[in-house]
């Protein structure tokens, strides 16, 4: 018998028809006949994936994976909408996915206060397996459909498409069972269910995590009724059904609280492994409720009806995002024209001590032999480089550079490792405000360095002077510190070329050039200039020639922005060691990251806990003996707009979100190609925003805006303003420019309710509704000739929702509520 007809499925297909006619890139499909029974034509539907964000839905259902098929009685060419009333047209759901669900924080109705209050037990937690998705239904009584999310069949292009795998699995285990097609086929259509399996096979497509004999295969984790509401059974039945046709079970474990759900995954967090086993993360699955009376009422509310079945997932950064990592750094190093090198990857997978030592191994072995990197980039291979890795890692030599990568020190595989140097110079490289000074003091104090600064030379040209200083002390010294900002290559290669000629040019002797590297080159400008800006506020005129400026001009502000803009990364071969140092560090731990790292580097002992403390206080303490008369004029340069400088790296996070759009099983999304297209075009011009901001009121907006810039200016005169918060709402772009919504704009409080948070209360409720719509950051424009003020007008159109020439040809995508910081600044550029 069929599956008894439903006229609420039907009029949901009916309705995407309907929709995919009006907006078809909202909604589209695509048919194919199907495998098993030609003469069926399937239609496969597909939503546009960023559109799944949005309250209320643009869908009519949110599924994620949906097949149909035209039930007998009309003109197979007459399409709902296409002069036929679209009810005498019936239609049957052949295959259902999963409704669409979203990771812990992606969404509002998917943070931890918002499933206590909106879902209840029992929390059933699957392993996410790591593989692409199979569909497994009953086209007839005795035929089955199998799909991948999207597609059925063969793929241009692919020997074997991801449904052709998936099947050749399937029969493989009717054959073990002793079954038929039919079997299956007929308990799938008497039950009118969808088999929702994981193609884990590693000889067809490596993923990430990798998988043995015993495990590779069809991994079931769902089976769902093929109607149009949401509706998947337990998997104490999913289980059972796995073990009678042949599939692998799904490993799950069920808790009783969000509480507890929230513990258990946080704990599996800190080490990303399951068992002893690494995990990729886990799908909860629930059920929607409503929230009970004394339950936090403000916490986002779910998009789905109470006792709808309700999924999220939980993904752990490590170590799966590390072995994506390294996969992906390795096909760009395959892919690279030129010689490979670890300064060519994005900084953004280069932040683990673990990652930089992978780099550094996988460079030689492609150099060693590239016979085993041929198929790479198609997807094989991956797992078995990653294992040789981590082999290595357990020799002696692999853990010996592994705890000097950790510390920041690790050297690079040259003849220079072999060299014994007589002499050191270490070299600073920072920004005013990093601390390199009074770390400088406090190795000095606790090795007895020679150190000479930069900032005590006045004179019109300092820097042979300086060079001449460094070259006298290493007369007396085997360790001196040439303390300078060293952030050009010129100051750099200054010292490399004192250091090759010392003593003299005949008889060099072999010198070190050691770095303190403080990169600003993997944080966001607006984050290392309120850390350095509020440093030298901080140490007010205790400095040879740059104090705080107390006046509204606040120049020395300025003179950091300027250091940022000039800075000159350090690249590989500069120097012949480094000591990476973070900016964020209070002064104590800045000393102890340097003394571990001199310690390692150049072999010394390690000295005693008190003497480490009493150089910090010898650091705090310090003050110049000489300093530079403060005669310059400060000029206050009236600004043009106030604007909320956001501490974002927007080619980190941008690039990240665009990065993911390829979705589960290798499809990838229209309007995610069409950002991802437009954004590359940015990148390669140099057209993305490096100090990027939201424009909160301009001079051109007076006398009307007065009072918000009043508000303003008070802001921005303060010694270290209020943070404020705000949340990035979608990507809006067209053929000319892209920007960034901003939504939610609100203070950090961090110290109770002062003076400042008072101020930024004021000037939040100068905000009026029309300001907040027009709230925006510029990510980048196509060109010169194309203004920024673009970006404004495109945003406000698109807020406003009316059909008109801006927005005319512009698309949209949710970016996920990702939050940023910042501060109100008066600015001119």
């Given at each position: 018998?069929?599956?008894?007809?439903?006229?609420?499925?039907?009029?949901?297909?009916?309705?995407?028809?309907?929709?995919?006619?009006?907006?078809?890139?909202?909604?589209k499909s695509s048919t194919y006949p199907a495998p098993a029974d030609p003469q069926t034509i399937v239609r496969s539907w597909k939503m546009n994936e960023f559109k799944y964000y949005d309250i209320p839905s643009p869908f009519p259902t949110l599924a994620r994976g949906i097949f149909t098929v035209d039930l007998p009685g009309s003109s197979e060419s007459e399409e709902a909408g296409e002069g036929k009333d679209a009810t005498e047209q019936k239609y049957r759901i052949v295959a259902r996915g999963y409704d669409k669900f979203f990771n812990i924080g992606e969404v509002p109705w998917c943070t931890w206060p918002s499933l206590e209050a909106h879902t209840a037990a029992p929390y059933t937690l699957s392993l996410k397996s790591n593989g692409?998705?199979?569909?497994?239904?009953?086209?007839?009584?005795?035929?089955?459909?199998?799909?991948?999310?999207?597609?059925?069949?063969?793929?241009?292009?692919?020997?074997?498409?991801?449904?052709?795998?998936?099947?050749?699995?399937?029969?493989?285990?009717?054959?073990?069972?002793?079954?038929?097609?039919?079997?299956?086929?007929?308990?799938?259509?008497?039950?009118?269910?969808?088999?929702?399996?994981?193609?884990?096979?590693?000889?067809?497509?490596?993923?990430?995590?990798?998988?043995?004999?015993?495990?590779?295969?069809?991994?079931?984790?769902?089976?769902?009724?093929?109607?149009?509401?949401?509706?998947?059974?337990?998997?104490?039945?999913?289980?059972?059904?796995?073990?009678?046709?042949?599939?692998?079970?799904?490993?799950?474990?069920?808790?009783?609280?969000?509480?507890?759900?929230?513990?258990?995954?946080?704990?599996?967090?800190?080490?990303?492994?399951?068992?002893?086993?690494?995990?990729?993360?886990?799908?909860?699955?629930?059920?929607?409720?409503?929230?009970?009376?004394?339950?936090?009422?403000?916490?986002?509310?779910?998009?789905?009806?109470?006792?709808?079945?309700?999924?999220?997932?939980?993904?752990?950064?490590?170590?799966?995002?590390?072995?994506?990592?390294?996969?992906?750094?390795?096909?760009?190093?395959?892919?690279?024209?030129?010689?490979?090198?670890?300064?060519?990857?994005?900084?953004?997978?280069?932040?683990?001590?673990?990652?930089?030592?992978?780099?550094?191994?996988?460079?030689?072995?492609?150099?060693?032999?590239?016979?085993?990197?041929?198929?790479?980039?198609?997807?094989?291979?991956?797992?078995?480089?990653?294992?040789?890795?981590?082999?290595?890692?357990?020799?002696?030599?692999?853990?010996?550079?592994?705890?000097?990568?950790?510390?920041?020190?690790?050297?690079?595989?040259?003849?220079?490792?072999?060299?014994?140097?007589?002499?050191?110079?270490?070299?600073?490289?920072?920004?005013?405000?990093?601390?390199?000074?009074?770390?400088?003091?406090?190795?000095?104090?606790?090795?007895?360095?020679?150190?000479?600064?930069?900032?005590?030379?006045?004179?019109?040209?300092?820097?042979?002077?300086?060079?001449?200083?460094?070259?006298?002390?290493?007369?007396?010294?085997?360790?001196?510190?040439?303390?300078?900002?060293?952030?050009?290559?010129?100051?750099?290669?200054?010292?490399?070329?004192?250091?090759?000629?010392?003593?003299?040019?005949?008889?060099?002797?072999?010198?070190?050039?050691?770095?303190?590297?403080?990169?600003?080159?993997?944080?966001?400008?607006?984050?290392?200039?309120?850390?350095?800006?509020?440093?030298?506020?901080?140490?007010?005129?205790?400095?040879?020639?740059?104090?705080?400026?107390?006046?509204?001009?606040?120049?020395?502000?300025?003179?950091?922005?300027?250091?940022?803009?000039?800075?000159?990364?350090?690249?590989?071969?500069?120097?012949?060691?480094?000591?990476?140092?973070?900016?964020?560090?209070?002064?104590?731990?800045?000393?102890?990251?340097?003394?571990?790292?001199?310690?390692?580097?150049?072999?010394?002992?390690?000295?005693?806990?008190?003497?480490?403390?009493?150089?910090?206080?010898?650091?705090?303490?310090?003050?110049?003996?000489?300093?530079?008369?403060?005669?310059?004029?400060?000029?206050?340069?009236?600004?043009?707009?106030?604007?909320?400088?956001?501490?974002?790296?927007?080619?980190?996070?941008?690039?990240?979100?665009?990065?993911?759009?390829?979705?589960?099983?290798?499809?990838?999304?229209?309007?995610?190609?069409?950002?991802?297209?437009?954004?590359?075009?940015?990148?390669?011009?140099?057209?993305?925003?490096?100090?990027?901001?939201?424009?909160?009121?301009?001079?051109?907006?007076?006398?009307?805006?007065?009072?918000?810039?009043?508000?303003?200016?008070?802001?921005?005169?303060?010694?270290?303003?209020?943070?404020?918060?705000?949340?990035?709402?979608?990507?809006?772009?067209?053929?000319?420019?892209?920007?960034?919504?901003?939504?939610?704009?609100?203070?950090?409080?961090?110290?109770?309710?002062?003076?400042?948070?008072?101020?930024?209360?004021?000037?939040?409720?100068?905000?009026?509704?029309?300001?907040?719509?027009?709230?925006?950051?510029?990510?980048?424009?196509?060109?010169?000739?194309?203004?920024?003020?673009?970006?404004?007008?495109?945003?406000?159109?698109?807020?406003?929702?009316?059909?008109?020439?801006?927005?005319?040809?512009?698309?949209?995508?949710?970016?996920?509520?990702?939050?940023?910081?910042?501060?109100?600044?008066?600015?001119?550029?």
């Amino acid at each position: 018998m069929a599956p008894a007809f439903s006229n609420e499925d039907s009029q949901l297909i009916a309705n995407l028809h309907a929709l995919s006619n009006k907006s078809p890139k909202l909604v589209k499909s695509s048919t194919y006949p199907a495998p098993a029974d030609p003469q069926t034509i399937v239609r496969s539907w597909k939503m546009n994936e960023f559109k799944y964000y949005d309250i209320p839905s643009p869908f009519p259902t949110l599924a994620r994976g949906i097949f149909t098929v035209d039930l007998p009685g009309s003109s197979e060419s007459e399409e709902a909408g296409e002069g036929k009333d679209a009810t005498e047209q019936k239609y049957r759901i052949v295959a259902r996915g999963y409704d669409k669900f979203f990771n812990i924080g992606e969404v509002p109705w998917c943070t931890w206060p918002s499933l206590e209050a909106h879902t209840a037990a029992p929390y059933t937690l699957s392993l996410k397996s790591n593989g692409c998705i199979i569909f497994i239904a009953a086209l007839t009584p005795t035929k089955l459909l199998i799909t991948s999310k999207h597609s059925i069949g063969p793929v241009a292009n692919s020997p074997v498409s991801h449904a052709e795998a998936g099947e050749k699995w399937i029969r493989k285990y009717l054959e073990q069972k002793e079954k038929t097609e039919a079997d299956l086929a007929a308990h799938l259509w008497e039950n009118n269910w969808t088999a929702i399996a994981e193609l884990c096979d590693d000889s067809f497509e490596e993923h990430v995590l990798a998988y043995p004999p015993e495990r590779t295969g069809l991994h079931l984790h769902g089976l769902n009724v093929a109607t149009k509401e949401f509706k998947t059974l337990p998997h104490e039945e999913v289980d059972a059904f796995a073990k009678e046709w042949g599939f692998i079970t799904t490993a799950t474990i069920t808790m009783n609280s969000i509480e507890e759900v929230k513990e258990f995954t946080t704990e599996i967090g800190k080490t990303g492994k399951w068992n002893g086993e690494a995990v990729e993360g886990f799908v909860v699955r629930t059920h929607v409720t409503e929230p009970p009376v004394d339950k936090d009422r403000s916490a986002s509310a779910s998009p789905y009806a109470p006792g709808s079945s309700f999924f999220f997932k939980v993904k752990f950064d490590e170590p799966y995002m590390m072995y994506r990592d390294w996969r992906e750094v390795t096909k760009s190093l395959l892919s690279s024209k030129g010689p490979m090198s670890a300064s060519s990857l994005p900084k953004s997978k280069m932040k683990r001590a673990e990652t930089k030592l992978y780099v550094r191994w996988v460079i030689e072995e492609i150099k060693k032999d590239r016979k085993p990197f041929e198929l790479y980039t198609k997807g094989k291979g991956i797992i078995a480089t990653r294992e040789r890795f981590l082999t290595w890692l357990e020799t002696e030599q692999g853990k010996n550079d592994m705890e000097k990568s950790q510390k920041g020190i690790l050297e690079r595989i040259t003849i220079e490792e072999a060299k014994v140097y007589e002499k050191t110079i270490i070299a600073p490289i920072a920004i005013p405000g990093c601390g390199k000074t009074a770390v400088s003091v406090a190795l000095a104090h606790i090795f007895g360095f020679g150190h000479t600064q930069s900032d005590d030379i006045h004179v019109k040209k300092p820097a042979p002077l300086f060079i001449k200083n460094v070259t006298t002390l290493l007369k007396t010294h085997n360790v001196v510190i040439a303390d300078k900002n060293n952030h050009l290559r010129q100051h750099r290669q200054a010292l490399r070329e004192a250091a090759a000629k010392y003593p003299n040019s005949n008889h060099p002797i072999p010198i070190r050039l050691l770095a303190l590297n403080w990169s600003i080159a993997d944080k966001p400008q607006a984050t290392v200039h309120r850390i350095c800006g509020d440093r030298v506020t901080a140490r007010g005129d205790n400095h040879q020639t740059l104090r705080a400026d107390s006046t509204e001009a606040k120049s020395h502000e300025e003179v950091v922005w300027l250091f940022i803009n000039s800075t000159e990364d350090l690249a590989e071969d500069e120097v012949d060691a480094v000591v990476d140092m973070e900016m964020e560090d209070d002064l104590e731990t800045s000393i102890r990251r340097a003394v571990d790292g001199c310690i390692s580097i150049l072999n010394l002992e390690r000295p005693t806990d008190e003497k480490i403390k009493e150089a910090v206080d010898v650091a705090l303490g310090y003050s110049p003996t000489v300093k530079k008369p403060d005669d310059q004029k400060k000029k206050t340069v009236a600004p043009r707009y106030f604007g909320l400088l956001a501490e974002l790296d927007l080619e980190e996070v941008l690039g990240k979100k665009l990065d993911s759009i390829t979705s589960e099983g290798g499809e990838t999304s229209e309007m995610g190609a069409q950002a991802l297209t437009f954004w590359n075009e940015l990148k390669s011009g140099k057209r993305v925003a490096k100090r990027p901001h939201v424009t909160i009121v301009h001079q051109k907006s007076l006398p009307g805006e007065q009072m918000l810039w009043d508000k303003c200016t008070t802001l921005h005169r303060l010694a270290q303003p209020p943070l404020f918060s705000a949340k990035l709402g979608d990507l809006v772009w067209n053929d000319e420019v892209m920007a960034v919504t901003v939504d939610d704009l609100q203070v950090v409080i961090e110290d109770g309710e002062g003076d400042e948070v008072r101020l930024a209360r004021a000037f939040l409720d100068a905000l009026t509704e029309s300001i907040r719509g027009r709230l925006h950051i510029t990510v980048g424009t196509k060109n010169s000739n194309v203004l920024p003020v673009q970006a404004k007008v495109l945003v406000e159109a698109w807020r406003d929702g009316a059909d008109s020439e801006a927005i005319r040809n512009s698309r949209s995508m949710p970016l996920g509520g990702i939050v940023v910081n910042g501060r109100i600044k008066g600015l001119n550029t």
